[in-house]
Every structure is written in C-alpha cells, then in structure tokens.
C-alpha cells in the first residue's frame, strides 16, 4: 500500500482509506513512489492554465511521465490534446491516454 498525505514521512500517519492506494504486482516501491510527484506537477501546470475544458492543450515532451498524465489529465478534463514528441517511437500509446 502507498498513500499521499499530510505528514506522510512521519513514522505513523493516519489517513483516509480514499488516500490509499495498492501498488500493483511487479511494480517497485521506488516506482511507485515517484508517481504522485510526476501527477502532482502535471496537474499543478494544468491547474495554472485554469480550465482547459473544451481548449486546445499542447504538452510538450509528453512521453515523459509528467507529459503522459498530462495529457490524461488534460483529455479527462475535456480539451483536445496535442502531444508532442521527440519521435514516433516515443508517442505509443498516447492517443489511448487521449492525445489527437
């Protein structure tokens, strides 16, 4: 189990079970962990923007990690995601994570 809240690098935490969350088979803690911070800085970028529903969003260098959740995030939003890689290659599957 991974969670992300407040105090979470004390040695006891208390938290609310919708802020756990199981980490899959074959998937490393070291993994794991570094996926709230690659959400957390995509959605902070979206969230500067404000609302993208309905807009064009252009993510550069999207098959990274903080690119590829922000197109997911972006589309889930309702804008029309463009995603922009350094080749063909490096763009699978972001148009199954909602880039046109």
């Known amino acids: 189990m991974v969670a992300l809240a407040q105090g979470a690098f004390a040695e006891r935490v208390a938290v ?4 756990l969350a199981e980490v899959p ?3 490393g803690l070291a993994e794991m962990a570094a996926v709230p ?3 957390l800085a995509a959605l902070r970028a979206l969230r500067a923007v404000g609302s993208v529903l309905g807009r064009r969003v252009l ?3 999207a098959s ?3 690119g590829r959740l922000a197109v997911q995030l972006a589309a889930r939003a309702g ?3 463009i995603a922009s890689v350094g080749s ?3 763009g699978e599957g972001l148009a ?3 880039a046109t």
């Open 16 to 19: 609310d079970v919708g802020s």
């Open 25 to 27: 088979q074959g998937v």
């Open 37 to 39: 911070v690659a959400g």
């Open 59 to 61: 993510v550069t260098g």
């Open 64 to 66: 990274g990690g903080v």
């Open 79 to 81: 804008a029309r995601v």
């Open 88 to 90: 063909v290659a490096r």
């Open 96 to 98: 199954e994570a909602g």
